[in-house]
Antibody
Framework: QVQLVESGGGVVQPGRSLRLSCAVSGFPFSGYGMHWVRQAPGKGLEWVAVIWYDGSKKFYADSMKGRFTISRDNSKSTLYLQIDSLRPEDTAVYYC??????????????WGLGTLVTVSS | QSVLTQPPSVSGAPGQTVTISCTGSNTNIGAGWLVHWYQQLPGKAPKILIYHNINRPSGVPDRFSASKSGTSASLTITGLRSEDEADYYCQSYDSSLSVQYVFGTGTQVTVL
């Protein structure tokens, strides 16, 4: 069955960098766009970034541009999110999700369990 | 600050019907972009509940229904059950800026 497993979270000091991973199985990874979505403690869902199935296009939420980098390795069926210059407000659970795309808008049909990033000194 | 606004909370007794609104604008829902709904049970990852405005994935009970009109959408839960207690989010696309997938502010449903 479809599985998405995030890893790489933890407690990180402000200003440091972190790379999150999302290992997928159960479907042809190279055929799907993938998203990162985050959720701060007690807050709502916030879209972070999307990457095309082949990695050719990447888009970020305006508030994430500059410090966040989404990437993928289709040979390893793995999605990544690099976060630089971490700030306390980046503290959140980060989810990876599979995209079902259409010309009129896409949605995420499968989600991982998330990985918690805590930015604190 | 999300561009899709939902009521922070709604509640109802078991068996009742509750409706959650998702109010957008002419750059998202009103522009014809599809609306999707997610359910997030306490401590769990979100799960797709409704896609493409009105469609239920297999396994989602028909107690859940949705609609879209103008710049708004709504999710209705009929025959409310205790296991429906969760957070619900609408999601669409906003073309006012660069590529922007947007979630609603979220609504907590409480079963009294």
């Amino acid at each position: 069955q479809v599985q998405l497993v995030e890893s790489g979270g933890g407690v990180v000091q402000p200003g440091r960098s972190l790379r999150l991973s999302c290992a997928v199985s159960g479907f042809p990874f190279s055929g799907y766009g993938m998203h990162w979505v985050r959720q701060a403690p007690g807050k709502g869902l916030e879209w972070v970034a999307v990457i095309w199935y082949d990695g050719s296009k990447k888009f970020y939420a305006d508030s994430m541009k500059g410090r966040f980098t989404i990437s993928r390795d289709n040979s390893k069926s793995t999605l990544y999110l690099q976060i630089d210059s971490l700030r306390p407000e980046d503290t959140a659970v980060y989810y990876c999700a599979r995209e079902i795309s259409s010309d009129s808008g896409s949605y995420c049909d499968s989600w991982g369990l998330g990985t918690l990033v805590t930015v604190s000194s | 600050q999300s561009v899709l606004t939902q009521p922070p909370s709604v509640s109802g007794a078991p068996g009742q019907t509750v409706t959650i609104s998702c109010t957008g604008s002419n750059t998202n829902i009103g522009a014809g972009w599809l609306v999707h709904w997610y359910q997030q049970l306490p401590g769990k990852a979100p799960k797709i509940l409704i896609y493409h405005n009105i469609n239920r994935p297999s396994g989602v009970p028909d107690r859940f229904s949705a609609s879209k009109s103008g710049t708004s959408a709504s999710l209705t839960i009929t025959g409310l059950r205790s296991e429906d207690e969760a957070d619900y989010y609408c999601q669409s696309y906003d073309s006012s800026l660069s590529v922007q997938y947007v979630f609603g502010t979220g609504t907590q449903v409480t079963v009294l």
